[in-house]
């Protein structure tokens, strides 16, 4: 009896001390402690593997969806090979620029496609073997999300879309209420964030909008498309820092951290000279680094080295020590 008492009175204590524990706990992040960076996303992030489809993935396209651990593992990252023709912002980050990204001190697991949409549901696919990023999201849970570590702590994602999402609909007059289909879009993507968080995939997320795609080589002779666009761009920017919020508040134990690349784009176009750069507004398929347009709508290598940059500077900032 007195045996029953007494663990009737300490319990209350024993699952306040576990709730205490719980609640106390702070969502870790250290950019120095991070090991593994995942990302999601379309041809700014995209990176080539030996099993990828050239010049779209690092691994596997629609038709070929599924991968084996073998091939995931011995998967190789090709350098150089992006969207802009030399190294991108993700493999600046990290430092995972060739070779097996087990091998990397920083792992970088990319699961990019170049051309993704959010949804085929909501947009049509560029190619019939584009992967959009919902499958994305699909493909790392079915075929990666067992096999690659993630410990919390010392994981990092990067979620950046709707370069693609914006500039395919801005033109669409069949969207006769935006304000709707961006809601759509939006629920479709954090319907994929929270298919990665449910499998597992914790720790810290990133999440990148659109820059002012307005502003690229394509769109510099079409005032009307232009103004069209930063109008879509806008309205897709507000509607995803809402649903970020939203993300953050729901799962406290995630640390979720935000990269402003509107502003960031902006800024380095208005001062463009301080950054090293001659030419904003054509294009040069080349190696000058005096251009920020390496084609029509994708930044050059070396706006990609400066961007990772910023996004460092960013997460030190963030980081607990
Ligand atoms: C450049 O111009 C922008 C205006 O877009 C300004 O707000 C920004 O801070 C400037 N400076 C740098 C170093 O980017
Ligand atoms: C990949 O892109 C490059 C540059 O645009 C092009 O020359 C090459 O033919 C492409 N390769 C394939 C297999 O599509
Ligand atoms: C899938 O990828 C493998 C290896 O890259 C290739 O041999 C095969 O032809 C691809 N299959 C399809 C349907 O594209
Ligand atoms: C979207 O992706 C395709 C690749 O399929 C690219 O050629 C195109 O320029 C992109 N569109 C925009 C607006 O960036
Ligand atoms: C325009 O948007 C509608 C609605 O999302 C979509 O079904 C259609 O395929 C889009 N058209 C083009 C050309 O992208
Ligand atoms: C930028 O580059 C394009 C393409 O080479 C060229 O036509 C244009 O004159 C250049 N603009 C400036 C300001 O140098």
Avoid at 234 to 252: D, E, G, M
Wanted: proline share 5%; net charge neutral; charged share 20%.
């Amino acid at each position: 009896m007195h045996l029953l008492s007494a663990i009737a009175t300490l319990l209350p204590l024993i699952t306040q001390g576990f709730a205490s524990v719980t609640t106390a706990r702070q969502p870790h992040f250290n950019w120095h402690e991070t090991r593994y960076v995942y990302a999601f996303g379309d041809s700014y992030t995209y990176i080539q593997g030996t099993e990828g489809r050239t010049n779209f993935s690092f691994i596997g396209d629609a038709f070929n969806f599924s991968f084996t651990p073998r091939e995931l593992l011995s998967n190789e990252i090709v350098p150089k090979f992006t969207s802009s023709d030399g190294s991108n912002w993700i493999e600046f980050l990290t430092g995972c620029m060739s070779g097996r990204p087990s091998r990397c001190r920083r792992q970088l697991w990319n699961f990019a496609f170049a051309g993704a949409d959010i949804d085929s549901n909501l947009l049509p696919l560029h190619h019939d073997y584009t992967i959009p990023l919902t499958d994305e999201v699909k493909q790392w849970a079915t075929y990666a999300a067992d096999i690659l570590p993630r410990p919390a702590r010392e994981t990092l994602t990067a979620w950046w879309i709707g370069i693609n999402d914006t500039g395919d609909s801005f033109g669409n007059t069949t969207i006769t209420d935006r304000d709707a289909f961006w809601d759509a879009e939006m629920d479709s993507y954090f319907g994929a964030v929270e298919k990665a968080y449910s499998r597992g995939l914790r720790g810290t997320y990133l999440f990148i909008n659109v820059p002012p795609g307005h502003r690229a080589p394509a769109r510099v002779n079409d005032p009307t498309g232009q103004a069209l666009l930063k109008q879509n761009i806008n309205q897709y920017n507000s509607k995803l820092a809402k649903r970020v919020q939203q993300f953050r508040a729901k799962h406290q134990d995630m640390t979720v951290l935000t990269f402003d690349s509107y502003t960031w784009f902006n800024g380095v176009l208005d001062n463009a000279s301080r950054y090293g750069f001659k030419n904003t507004t054509g294009f040069c398929q080349c190696k000058d680094p005096s251009f920020f347009w390496f084609n029509s709508g994708h930044p050059t290598e070396h706006v990609h080295k400066l961007l990772a940059q910023a996004i460092e500077a960013q997460l030190l900032k963030a980081s607990h020590h």
